[in-house]
């Protein structure tokens, strides 16, 4: 039986920040809290933390021309006069992503790269047109999903050409078919988090795809750079769900089958996930559903060290627990959210009481916050024993919820900690359990020594923490978050330098330049090392067939040079 139906819900551009998180009405809580500001400063080692303000948008200049009057009304004809925007907000808010390059960019009032006009088609035959007419026009096209990239995936670079226009798939975002029989369902590309999972849900099913972007990252984005939810464990990540998908292409729609499996060559699909929109636009995807489950639990445990913790999760991925998460924070991580979650609350008998408890079971002096999220009682119980096993103390639900209620709040506090001269960015990689614990080790090693070098006064420093997100059978991704004041005469190099020190840590040690984030601009410089000459040129094969003008995205995903230009 099919099932039709679903409209989604775009989000409305205009009610979203154009330099930062998420809602422009939301109040970060913590911005106006004395008592975060004031132990923040005492743990980076700087005096006082001075206001940083962004400039507002009424103050810049937007360099580079509008549209051509002839291309403008090209697109008009084709799209609609009403969906082809070049306000000053839209073009602000397509320039960069939502990374903390993009955010110091974007802060500081840099729109260089803000395209020429936003385009929103309605449909597929739409977005072959205006591909069609850009490639004959020689215009950069980016598309854009929700703008949710931190890696520079959707800067709206112009490449070899003169112009370059966004194209913002968020109207295109219908549900076009539920097959409950089958288990997938087939929705337009431009689709976000919130109106996928409703419109799944009303059928009792679920893609189980919550990334912490989830509230305005899209469909189309999370399959473009092959992102994982934070319930890969169970659901898997982009690559693994896509069941088929269409991309609209300038030379045409290249779809894929929709087959549970096919031995007929190399499955057209793979080549979708992870295209970052250089081979095309993901116009509409097919993926895998499942009911939605009876139980659905957070819990919290307590490892007495990293090692322990790890020895654990990678005992349940080995063994098949299948828990929906299992994240790991290391000992730093789980210092700074406990001190986090502790200010201005009065300790009371009971808090020493459970401090000693802590102590007697070897959980005192670098102790490690696991939360678990599970979906069925067999893979609690599993996990309850292997976390026994490893000598954890279980926390109870108290601490996964306190995790699950807070957990898309998080990205707010980076606008407040910037608005403060405090900078906070996350870099992460993917390895064999074998080569995890020198990879982990090297990476932190790498970040802090980074963040010392430039710090803007003697005696500051930063906070860098880890956790594991995503494990296994083979291995685990690794999530490092650092935070630490900005050197505020040259926050960019600062930047620059200590991920370029934390990415060269990782490719050294064996880590993936990036297990779900994408290449974009930012891992450019190291995608080449990872793929191999002879991989880069099999991708720049493909993108030649596909987009011959090389009109689509560039200078993301492929480093430029041979074969033409080197
Ligand atoms: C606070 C925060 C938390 C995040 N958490 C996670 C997380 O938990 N897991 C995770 O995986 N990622 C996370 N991300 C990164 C980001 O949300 C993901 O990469 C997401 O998949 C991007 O989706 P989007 O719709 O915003 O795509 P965009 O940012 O708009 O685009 C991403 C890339 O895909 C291309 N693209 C977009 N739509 C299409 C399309 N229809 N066809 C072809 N190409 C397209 C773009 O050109 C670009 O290269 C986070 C980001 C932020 C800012």
């Not at 896509?242 to 300038?250: D, H, I, Q, S």
């Not at 407040?416 to 870099?427: C, E, I, N, Q, Y």
């Amino acid at each position: 039986m099919l099932i039709r139906g679903g409209a989604g819900m775009g989000v409305d551009r205009a009610k979203i920040r154009w330099n930062g998180w998420g809602w422009a009405a939301h109040k970060d809580e913590f911005a106006q809290r004395d008592d975060l500001w004031k132990w923040l400063a005492s743990e980076l080692g700087m005096p006082a933390l001075l206001a940083t303000p962004a400039r507002p948008l009424e103050e810049l200049e937007l360099p580079g021309g509008k549209l051509p009057l002839p291309d403008r009304e090209a697109l008009n004809a084709i799209a609609g006069a009403e969906n082809v925007r070049d306000s000053a907000y839209e073009r602000a808010f397509h320039a960069l992503g939502r990374s903390y390059h993009d955010l110091l960019r974007l802060r500081a009032g840099d729109l260089s790269t803000a395209p020429a006009a936003v385009v929103y088609p309605r449909g597929a035959d739409e977005v072959l047109a205006v591909l069609a007419f850009a490639a004959r026009e020689r215009i950069a096209v980016v598309p854009f999903g929700g703008g949710t990239s931190v890696v520079g995936g959707v800067t709206g670079a112009r490449g070899p050409f003169q112009t370059a226009i966004a194209l913002d798939l968020s109207a295109m975002d219908r549900m076009i078919e539920v097959d409950a029989v089958s288990g997938t369902a087939t929705a337009e590309a431009g689709i976000n988090g919130p109106a996928l999972e409703k419109a799944l849900q009303a059928k009792g099913l679920t893609l189980g795809h919550i990334p912490q972007s989830f509230e305005f990252s899209t469909l189309g984005g999370w399959i473009a750079h092959r992102g994982a939810g934070q319930l890969s464990n169970r659901y898997g990540c982009a690559g693994d769900w896509l069941v088929a998908a269409k991309l609209a292409t300038p030379r045409g729609m290249l779809s894929t089958g929709d087959f549970p499996a096919s031995a007929a060559g190399p499955h057209l699909a793979d080549l979708v996930a992870g295209s970052e929109g250089i081979f095309g636009v993901i116009t509409e995807a097919t993926v895998r559903v499942r009911p939605v489950p009876a139980m659905n639990e957070y819990r919290g445990y307590l490892f007495r060290d990293f090692p322990s913790g790890t020895a654990a999760v990678r005992t349940a991925a080995r063994d098949g627990n299948g828990a929906a998460m299992l994240r790991l924070a290391d000992a730093e991580e789980t210092r700074l959210l406990r001190a986090f979650g502790a200010l201005g609350k009065v300790r009371r008998a009971a808090d020493k009481l459970a401090d000693a408890y802590l102590k007697l079971r070897g959980c005192a002096d670098r102790p490690c916050l696991l939360i678990g999220a599970f979906e069925d009682p067999v893979s609690r119980r599993s996990f309850a024993a292997i976390a026994r096993r490893f000598g954890a103390v279980d926390l109870s639900t108290a601490a996964g919820e306190r995790w699950r209620r807070t957990r898309f709040q998080l990205p707010y506090l980076r606008d407040s900690l910037l608005d403060r001269g405090v900078g906070v960015a996350k870099v992460e990689t993917a390895s064999s359990w074998a080569k995890i614990d020198a990879l982990y080790a090297a990476t932190r090693a790498a970040i802090d020594a980074a963040i010392r070098e430039t710090v803007p006064r003697e005696g500051a420093r930063g906070m860098v923490m880890c956790h594991i997100g995503h494990s296994y059978p083979t291995g685990a991704c690794l999530g490092f978050t650092f935070v630490f004041p900005r050197a505020l005469d040259g926050d960019i190099a600062q930047w620059s330098k200590i991920k370029t020190a934390a990415s060269e840590a990782i490719v050294a040690n064996g880590g993936t330049i990036s297990h779900h984030l994408g290449v974009g601009e930012d891992h450019l410089p190291w995608i080449a090392q990872e793929k191999g000459a002879l991989g880069i040129d099999v991708l720049r094969a493909i993108k030649a067939a596909l987009d011959p003008e090389g009109i689509l995205n560039p200078g993301k995903l492929l480093p430029p040079g041979p074969p033409e230009d080197g």
